[in-house]
């Protein structure tokens, strides 16, 4: 059918323009992976090289940073097409909104929430996290960075059309983050001990799973509220 | 005119903005082969009107048709039918003109490289395919926005200030592009504060619909403030 071809090149065409977008905006691209790196650099140097200290706090560090990073890129999500005008084109185009939004999203967790959970073990080598929850800290960050995404988008899709929307993006989305927060943490915590985090990761797919279904919805109606007014 | 089918309808449309209505009981019909020139001083609603006409805002009273069905029945059909060129340009300034169109032209399915260079050919940007758009002028960047124009298929053009920043020739090619639109049977809603120079210009004054006299002294205000 001419309408479903016209449908995927539409998803395709904005998740390619936003890949170029983000590689031609490096600066916003690498900055919450910076405030990353260097967030963690800096715990061992405050609190001390001492082992025990800091594969104790290790697992919640690195995700309350990840989390803190997430917030952090969030505010340009939908910012600059509001500023150029192309959200009013994409809300006008014969295709579903939140099919492009999805585009959005995707090219947002691989611009932050991919590069984050790549960084992340470097930087568990750094705290001295045990071996054994490595592979726990990629999968719940690799669940729990998409699922930010997603909810983050409904928080800029809500404040894109208010000047100064970045504390109360933190506002809208802080809430539901914590839970990711908590069963991420959590995960690696438990891996660190020895046990089995599979339930943790559970928890963290099943909220990705909603949040998939949910939120590009919830995002596409914001933004129409949001262009409206 | 007589046999020019009826495209558009507004049936008693009015707005509403901060408490006081920008215009109301609008009624108007929009024929293939119109062009339309939406008059008013500033902050009269025109702009506003463009977006409701375009379905960026869904904030209003009345009823708007689409070929005699009611938009609501036949949005989809609409949309396809439909090109917007908004008070923003809709353009990103780090992508290359080429770029820009291309996720345009994704919007009503494909469109080959070839047509698009053409069409930026045709708004004097040859050349420019693969400069950033951010080190292109004022004008040059609403010539990239108006490249749509060369290979849209769409019936209905609605421009909100489409000439801002234009040089006269570029003016010139604009006018006749809208004028072959409407000998090819399409309909033009257009704003614009210079005057247009086209055969069979139809006019639309938002200063034509008011509601009460409170209205028209918040219209004076907005005329001078």
């Known amino acids: 059918m001419a309408n479903s071809s016209l449908a995927s090149s539409l998803f395709w065409a904005t998740f390619k323009r936003d890949l170029i977008l983000a590689f031609r905006h490096k600066g916003d691209m690498v900055n919450p992976l910076v405030f990353f790196l260097i967030a963690i650099t800096m715990i061992p140097l405050a609190l001390?090289?001492?082992?025990?200290v800091l594969m104790r706090i290790a697992p919640g560090i690195i995700w309350v940073m990840a989390l803190l990073a997430t917030l952090l890129s969030l505010d340009s999500l939908f910012?600059?097409?509001f500023d150029d005008g192309s959200l009013e084109q994409l809300?006008?185009?014969?295709?579903?909104?939140?099919?492009?939004?999805?585009?959005?999203?995707?090219?947002?967790?691989?611009?932050?929430?991919?590069?984050l959970t790549l960084m992340a073990p470097v930087l568990g080598v750094m705290l001295s996290l045990p071996a054994s929850a490595f592979a726990a800290l990629?999968?719940?960050?690799?669940?729990?960075?998409?699922?930010?995404?997603?909810?983050?988008?409904?928080?800029?899709?809500?404040?894109?059309?208010?000047?100064?929307?970045?504390?109360?993006?933190s506002l809208i989305v802080m809430p539901l983050y914590i839970p990711i927060l908590i069963f991420g943490a959590s995960a690696v915590q438990t891996a660190a001990l020895g046990e089995a985090y599979k339930m943790q990761l559970a928890v963290?797919?099943?909220?990705?799973?909603?949040?998939?279904?949910?939120?590009?919805?919830?995002?596409?109606?914001?933004?129409?509220v949001s262009v409206n007014g | 005119m007589t046999v020019a089918p009826v495209l558009l309808e507004l049936r008693n449309l009015a707005c509403e903005r901060d408490e006081r209505f920008l215009f109301a009981q609008l009624n108007a019909s929009f024929y293939a082969g119109q062009v339309v020139q939406i008059l008013g001083p500033n902050g009269s609603g025109k702009t506003t009107l463009l977006r409701i006409l375009a379905g960026v805002s869904k904030d209003f009273y009345g009823n708007i048709l689409w070929q005699s069905q009611p938009l609501k029945d036949t949005a989809w059909e609409y949309a396809n039918n439909l090109l917007y060129l908004g008070h923003l340009p809709g353009i990103k300034k780090s992508l290359t003109p080429l770029e820009n169109l291309r996720w345009y032209a994704a919007v009503q399915g494909s469109v080959a490289d070839?047509?698009?260079?053409?069409?930026?050919?045709?708004?004097?940007?040859?050349?420019?395919?693969d400069t950033p758009c951010y080190r292109l002028s004022a004008g040059q960047l609403r010539r990239v926005a108006?490249?749509?124009?060369?290979?849209?298929?769409?019936?209905?053009?609605?421009?909100?200030?489409p000439f801002t920043a234009l040089d006269k020739s570029g003016v010139a090619e604009l006018e006749s592009r809208l004028i072959a639109h409407?000998?090819?049977?399409?309909?033009?809603?257009?704003?614009?504060?210079?005057?247009?120079?086209?055969?069979?210009?139809?006019?639309?004054?938002?200063?034509?619909?008011?509601?009460?006299i409170g209205l028209l002294n918040s219209r004076e205000d907005a005329a001078y403030g």
């Open chain 1, 48 to 52: 001390g090289p001492e082992k025990a």
């Open chain 1, 79 to 81: 910012r600059s097409d």
């Open chain 1, 91 to 115: 809300l006008i185009a014969p295709y579903p909104l939140t099919l492009s939004v999805m585009a959005k999203i995707l090219v947002h967790w691989l611009a932050t929430g991919l590069p």
């Open chain 1, 138 to 169: 990629c999968y719940s960050l690799l669940l729990g960075t998409a699922a930010m995404s997603l909810i983050g988008a409904v928080g800029a899709a809500l404040t894109v059309s208010l000047r100064k929307g970045g504390v109360l993006i």
């Open chain 1, 204 to 224: 963290l797919g099943a909220g990705l799973a909603i949040a998939l279904l949910l939120a590009p919805l919830a995002a596409a109606g914001a933004l129409r």
């Open chain 2, 114 to 129: 070839e047509d698009l260079i053409k069409a930026l050919t045709q708004v004097q940007l040859a050349g420019y395919e």
């Open chain 2, 146 to 161: 108006l490249a749509r124009l060369a290979f849209s298929r769409a019936k209905v053009w609605i421009l909100d200030e």
């Open chain 2, 182 to 212: 409407t000998a090819a049977g399409g309909l033009v809603l257009v704003t614009s504060h210079q005057d247009i120079n086209i055969p069979n210009l139809q006019v639309l004054n938002l200063l034509d619909f008011p509601v009460d």
